[in-house]
């Protein structure tokens, strides 16, 4: 019988562990102006030594930062609120929550839920088919985000299969807000998962048990995990804090929201291009003087002297994060509109390809906080308000050996199209031939392609039509 030995390997896992602080953070740097302001009052009524400056100027005690054990005291989460609102939102109630209109001179309504998905699927490279798939999908989509419709009947309804259909709703689902288009809680909870980078650490306990630690089941998920119960509290706390189960929660009423942008650029004869972080409406903050005269007569007892000093630690972070969010938004958005200059000054047929990791390696970020410092943001521009996303768009060569945006291809062949002699319309052959004299080398067929996407009809059907149209 041969000797059999036993073998110890040893295996290094890295996770992802976030602190409060971290967390918090990241939360602040992706939330839009409206939902900053939302977090504000939130925390303000969460913690009484915020108060709103009256001075407008920021004024930070100094005080020691929060640690990690002070956080880690904080009140238990409410899982059956969280829940619940979860199966609201599956079961279709009417929403309750009012957004009262804030900034009345961007002439820019924010879009309601099903309309503002519309302007995204159209700015992606599908077909007409997939298009009417993605609008048959945003029209089963509820006013909390979720698909509550059969991707089974999609498919019929279109005559496509079932697989054509899931790529089309896998696309929305990477559309904003995030965690749009999901079908299930889980569902939705794991698209922000992977938004937010955290994959590796809360996959499993998402995907396994959900319904475990609504229950709070915290020693079973440890033993079927193999961690520690304490390391399942610490997941647990990041998805109450990160997540979020009602993905459209801000477009819960439809005609009260406008877009806000986050980032304002003007173009005067006197002072040219000037970018602005657009922070009027946001509350401008300070810690209440009172609690620090408190703390400094040395007059209350131990327990009072921690809440106090916990409650002045956590606002001082607080105001870190939002004068850290300002500071990103306004580097990311600045190296964006130097790249962008042409467009500013003469239009979208100007706009320049930009991918997110150029940025990201120019301003010294990680992608990761790139990517949350665009996420629900707006600005307005000469050109009209256009979130922060639609400036990332890939490129063509052109024949000096630069590079050209696609949405500028399109657009040129849009403004092509609509200065063609409607008699003879233009082949698709005859618009490459004339956006190579401009410099752009094209392909027939990417010209076919790009057409089909802008829902252009051929160049026999645009004919057809004008027959028609006579007849």
């Known amino acids: 019988m ?10 290094q896992r890295q996770q992802i562990k976030l602190s409060p602080q971290q967390e918090l953070k990241i939360k602040i740097l992706q939330l839009s102006n409206l939902q900053l302001i939302d977090k504000i009052q939130e925390e303000m009524l ?3 030594v915020l108060e709103e400056n009256d001075t407008a100027t920021l004024q930070l005690p100094i005080v020691d930062p929060p640690t990690v054990k002070e956080y880690n005291k904080q009140e238990e989460i409410n899982w059956e609120e969280f829940f619940e609102s979860s199966r609201n939102s599956m079961m279709h109630e009417p929403a309750t929550t009012e957004i009262k209109p804030l900034y009345d001179n961007i002439p820019t309504q924010q879009p309601t839920l099903r309309e503002y998905l519309l302007q995204q699927l159209r700015m992606i490279p599908i077909s007409n088919k997939e298009y009417e798939i993605g609008e048959l999908i945003i029209d089963n989509i509820n006013e ?3 698909f509550h419709y059969s991707v089974d009947k999609i498919a019929n309804e279109v005559k496509v299969s079932r697989a054509e259909v899931e790529k089309v709703l896998g696309k929305i689902q990477e559309f904003e807000p995030t965690g749009v288009g999901a079908r299930d809680l889980k569902e939705c909870l794991l698209i922000q998962v992977k938004d937010l980078g955290l994959e590796d650490s809360l996959t499993p306990l998402i995907e396994n048990h959900l319904f475990a630690i609504q229950d709070k089941k915290y020693e079973q998920i440890a033993a079927q995990m193999n961690i ?11 998805i109450i804090k990160l997540l979020e189960p009602k993905p459209a929660r801000l477009y819960e009423n439809f005609q009260a929201p406008q877009v806000i942008p986050e980032i304002i650029i003007s173009n005067t004869k006197e002072e040219g291009l000037k970018l602005e972080v657009n922070d009027e409406w946001i509350p401008s903050l300070r810690v209440n003087p009172y609690y620090q005269r408190l703390l400094k007569e040395k007059n209350l007892s131990a327990t009072e002297n921690e809440y106090i ?17 300002k500071k990103t938004l306004r580097h990311v958005a600045k190296v964006i509109f130097d790249t962008q200059k042409e467009f500013l000054q003469e239009g979208i047929l100007k706009l320049v390809p930009m991918k997110l990791e150029d940025i990201a390696k120019e301003v010294n970020l ?3 906080t790139v990517s949350r410092a665009i996420a629900n943001k707006f600005v307005k521009t000469p050109h009209g308000v256009h979130p922060l996303k639609f400036f990332f768009k890939t490129g ?5 050996g630069g590079a050209i945006s696609i949405t500028t291809v399109k657009e040129k062949i849009k403004e092509i199209v609509a200065q063609e002699n409607k008699q003879s319309p233009l082949s698709d052959n005859k618009i490459a031939v004339l956006l190579h004299q401009q410099g752009i080398n094209i392909a027939t067929r990417t010209v076919a392609k790009y057409r ?4 252009i009809p051929s160049s026999f059907s645009r004919k057809e039509s004008v027959i028609s149209h006579k007849t």
């Open 144 to 146: 909390d985000g979720y």
């Open 452 to 455: 089909d996407e802008l829902h």
């Open 366 to 368: 990680h992608l990761s």
């Open 46 to 48: 969460q913690n009484p």
């Open 396 to 400: 063509m060569q052109t024949k000096e």
């Open 228 to 238: 520690s119960i304490e390391r399942v509290k610490e997941l647990v706390e990041v």
């Open 309 to 325: 000093q916990k409650k002045m630690n956590a606002a001082v972070f607080f105001l870190k994060c939002i004068e850290d969010r």
């Open 2 to 11: 041969p000797n059999q030995k036993v073998a110890l390997n040893q295996r």
